[in-house]
């Protein structure tokens, strides 16, 4: 059998594993055949989630993130920045610097840098870094580090996510399957607010506070959504009977985009073949492979044995 043997998987839950692998995986952060030697290893231990050191980065990275994303948060507090200001700033900048050698290390060792930096985590990996180096520029940008919390999807990758990739394919095929019931379904919802807002208006005016048919309108949402804030209420019996309509009827509008989605969770799940035991390649982390395949589709790696139902 050739090493690229195997059909492409024709299922829906196939090919969203491929497509979550290739998040995960990009083609443009595989290895070259001429790469030096440590250049190959590099590649290894930043990319490859399934040899001991990959995967030790992965979490190690994971770790930092947190602990980057902490110390952003602690700043935000007063009393805290007060007190350990100085020392929250030594470490983010210390964090900042390792995420910026990371950052220059996968796009040194990557096949394709300019292609890697295009995708999904390689622009999340370059937003991460900008807020605290712009922040020499413009005082207080660094809060938006907290960005960097996107990073960790990563751990997704260490948690095999490709196994639970047919899943997020019923799910996404049920908010597609749902998306015009739901938008006819938000635009009977907006004019409801609209009515209800117009209507608040006139009957309660300025003195109660609807001084405006905008105002009445951000009062019909915040009642109809069960929100309530409070800042604006009905001071008639006439206004106040109309809020309890409202009120009734923002319980039973809360289940109508729960029940078209569930519907179409049941239909897709029903349609949703039965799952095989998946392989992983230990090259380049591809998954899935037909049952058949001794070779990775990808990059020719013999695949380890797999166990059968």
């Known amino acids: 059998m050739s090493a690229n043997s195997g059909s492409r998987p024709t299922n829906s839950a196939r090919d969203g594993a491929d497509r979550v692998h290739s ?6 952060a595989l290895p070259g055949d001429d790469w030096p030697q440590w250049r190959t290893r590099i590649n290894t231990v930043i990319f490859s989630a399934n040899s001991r050191s990959g995967s030790l980065f992965d979490w190690l990275l994971v770790v930092l993130i ?9 700043e935000s507090i007063t009393d805290i920045r007060a007190q350990w200001g100085d020392t929250l700033r030594i470490i983010e900048w210390v964090l900042t610097l390792a995420f910026t050698l990371e950052y220059v290390l996968r796009l040194a060792t ?5 292609a890697y930096a295009l995708t999904f985590f390689g622009l999340v990996d370059l937003l991460s870094l900008l807020p605290t180096w712009l922040s020499l520029v413009f005082a207080g940008t ?4 907290v960005i960097r919390v996107l990073r960790m999807l990563r751990v997704f990758r260490l948690l095999q996510v490709s196994h639970f990739a047919g899943e997020a394919e019923v799910l996404a095929e049920a908010l597609v399957a749902s998306a015009t019931r739901i938008t006819v379904f938000l635009a009977a919802v907006l004019t409801i607010v609209v009515i209800m807002g117009s209507v608040m208006y006139l009957v309660e005016g300025e003195p109660a506070g609807f001084d405006s048919i905008p105002r009445g309108i951000y009062w019909a949402i915040v009642t109809l959504t069960t929100v309530g804030y409070g800042d604006i209420a009905p001071k008639t019996a006439f206004g106040q009977s109309i809020a309890a309509a409202v009120m009734v009827l923002g319980y039973a509008i809360i289940a109508v985009p729960t029940g078209i989605v569930s519907v179409e969770l049941g239909r897709s799940g029903a349609a ?3 799952s095989k035991p998946e392989t992983s390649c230990s090259r380049c982390g591809l998954t899935p492979h037909d049952t058949d395949a001794r070779y990775c589709k990808q990059c ?3 695949l380890p044995s797999r166990s059968t139902d």
Do not use: D, H, I, T
């Open 23 to 28: 998040l995960f995986n990009p083609v443009a």
């Open 66 to 74: 947190a602990l980057s994303v902490g110390v952003v948060l602690l």
């Open 110 to 114: 990557v096949k394709r840098p300019g």
């Open 142 to 145: 660094q809060v938006l580090a």
């Open 272 to 274: 949703k073949p039965a």
């Open 300 to 302: 020719g790696e013999r």
